[in-house]
């Protein structure tokens, strides 16, 4: 995997129970492994993977909301650390776990978990100290939804000021309810649900039409594209931006060089993997914004021709090296 490319802070959105918190976990598995990685996927073999395995990896560190508990009696506010072990077990049971299947596993009754400040402050204690296995530090933050104001604010100076080798993996399922200012620090990847479609053959030929036009450096072609979708029904324009996010989500997996992630067939995985050797972090990182941003315009009935044009300089601009 390209590490050295690999955002610090990567934000994994998705409905309840899909696969968002197993593909965290699986990035962070490999980020982790210290053997032969190949094809995206961790060894499974080396003393790392052996440890992440099993979620006791030292260099391995969770954040999830918790709330006071009759399995964990004390009189300080609860932290995850406290909740370890239930965790661990959670996990290794059912790694599509859901919020409730979580206060029932800690046992908090008809109370909701949070992250609170205390949870920031031993998050800041811990990242004090040097990896201690001297690699890579994973802090997986599941459902950062549930963080306090104060406890969100306290993550964000450590986002600023990201340290080597330290990569945060969020978890959530409501990514509109972060701060606006967390989420703008995180490369964001939408993950589809376990049972949605492949984009259809379709996205991806309007897709590739643009990106090659792009990478031929032929802002000519790029206008006839603008006007060919500005031509189509707005709810196949809508279709165009939902599939083609979807599609850049499998581009960027490859380009992480973790394609086991990326959900493609074997045949498209050549054709991604061309595409994805032309773009940067930066690309995705921008592209990833105009998207969304055309989608939400495209529900405002915002003029389309406008819309696709200054889509597609934007795709011709983050692709010039
Ligand atoms: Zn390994």
């Known amino acids: 995997m390209r590490l050295d490319n690999l955002s610090h802070a990567i934000l994994f959105s998705a409905e309840e129970g899909s696969g968002a918190l197993p593909q965290a976990l699986s990035l962070a598995k490999y980020i982790l492994c210290t053997g032969t990685k190949d094809a995206g996927t961790a060894c499974g073999m080396c003393a790392a993977c052996r440890k992440t395995a099993h979620y006791v990896h030292p260099d391995f560190h969770f954040v999830v909301p918790v709330n006071r508990s009759a399995a964990v009696p004390g009189s300080r506010a609860p932290v995850t650390d406290d909740f370890l072990n239930l965790w661990r077990e959670a996990l290794l049971e059912k790694e599509q776990l859901t919020e409730q299947d979580w206060y029932k596993k800690i046992d908090i009754e008809n109370k909701q978990g949070a992250i609170g ?48 080798g330290t990569y945060f993996l969020l978890v959530s399922h409501r990514p509109d309810q972060l701060l606006p200012t967390i989420r703008s620090r995180c490369m964001h990847v939408q993950v589809p649900p376990g049972k949605q479609a492949p984009p259809p053959e379709e996205a991806y030929t309007q897709l590739e039409r643009l990106l090659d036009l792009c990478l031929a450096g032929k802002p000519a072609g790029i206008i006839d594209w603008a006007e060919d979708m500005a031509a189509l029904g707005r709810e196949e324009q809508k279709n165009f931006t939902n599939n083609a996010l979807q599609i850049l989500r499998q581009y960027y997996m490859v380009y992480l060089e973790v394609p086991s992630l990326a959900g493609a067939d074997t045949a498209r995985q050549a054709k991604i993997q061309r595409y994805a050797d032309r773009m940067s972090g930066t690309f995705f990182t921008n592209i990833y914004n105009r998207l969304n941003t055309t989608a939400e315009r495209l529900e405002r009935n915002v003029n389309a021709k406008i819309l696709f044009c200054s889509l597609a300089f934007d795709f011709f601009l983050s692709l010039q090296r």
């Open 117 to 164: 400040v205390a949870e920031s402050a031993n998050l800041l204690g811990k990242l004090q100290y040097k990896p201690f296995e001297g690699g890579s530090r994973v802090i997986l933050i599941w459902l950062p939804e549930r963080m306090h104001p104060a406890a969100a604010n306290k993550l964000l100076k450590i986002l600023e000021e990201p340290s080597p």
